[in-house]
């Protein structure tokens, strides 16, 4: 059983260029939350799609955009990035249905690493 | 909004020595509360999460965690470590509603063991 997938593993852009990050949620799981975790520190929330809306955001400026397709895969798309948006991309996937228990654990993927020159 | 305090930024410990990893949130009810481990190029792995009743939890790789409501804490600990528990551990905490998307991560203490 596949876990979290997430592509590409590592990229380079420059300033200003745009990317976008990919991710299949674990076989059965339907939400996807995506976290920025910046070199010595721990993930920070962006967002999460669930029926292919965004039900909720974290702190992170409107160039941090995403998608979910009927499959329930995702994308994160930075546009105009800056510097500062180095940093490991996590992907987590989760089942909506053990919400109503609170008993909702996220799985994560390896995560795609982008370095921005 | 939830927060979560790691004090140790790294720890060094021998093979087979114990080990305590800390953890201190802040909310203002009882959260769900995680701790999560990051090999180098791995994601995070859940080790142990607590939702509610018995404060001690057992988790995977020998860990066991314990909630202290009182010092709103939830330290991580094993009693021997293997030199692949060599990592990075995150302790996390959730808003007990309707999903856990709101989850807060603390900073990570990365563990060294020594031989």
């Known amino acids: 059983d596949a876990g979290v997938t997430q592509s590409p593993t590592h990229l380079i852009k420059t300033r200003g260029q745009q990317v976008t990050l990919r991710c299949s949620p674990k076989?059965?799981?339907?939400?996807v939350s995506w976290y920025q975790q910046a070199l010595g520190q721990g993930p920070q929330f962006i967002f999460q799609?669930?029926?292919?809306?965004?039900?909720q955001r974290g702190n992170f400026p409107d160039r941090f955009s995403g998608h979910q397709f009927p499959n329930y895969s995702s994308e994160l798309n930075v546009n105009a990035l800056l510097l500062g948006d180095s940093a490991l991309y996590l992907c987590?996937?989760?089942?909506?249905?053990?919400?109503?228990?609170?008993?909702?654990?996220?799985?994560f993927g390896a995560g795609s690493r982008l370095t921005v020159l | 909004a939830q927060s979560v305090t790691q004090p140790d930024i790294h720890i060094t410990v021998s093979e087979g020595a114990s080990l305590e990893l800390r953890c201190n949130y802040s909310?203002?009810?009882?959260?769900?509360l995680f701790w999560y481990v990051q090999s180098p190029g791995q994601g995070l792995q859940l080790l142990l999460k607590?939702?509610?009743?018995?404060?001690l939890v057992q988790g995977i790789k020998g860990f066991e965690a314990e909630f202290k409501r009182s010092q709103s804490s939830f330290n991580l600990r094993k009693p021997s470590v293997h030199w692949s528990d060599a990592a990075e551990y995150f302790c996390?905490?959730?808003?007990?509603?309707?999903?856990?998307?709101?989850?807060?991560f603390g900073a990570g203490t990365r563990l060294t063991v020594k031989p």
């Open positions: 987590a996937s989760s089942l909506e249905g053990r919400a109503l228990s609170g008993a909702n654990v996220l799985t």
């Open positions: 076989s059965g799981h339907d939400t």
């Open positions: 799609y669930y029926e292919e809306e965004e039900r």
């Open positions: 909310y203002g009810a009882t959260p769900y």
């Open positions: 607590y939702f509610s009743g018995d404060t």
């Open positions: 996390a905490v959730g808003v007990p509603r309707y999903n856990n998307n709101d989850m807060r």
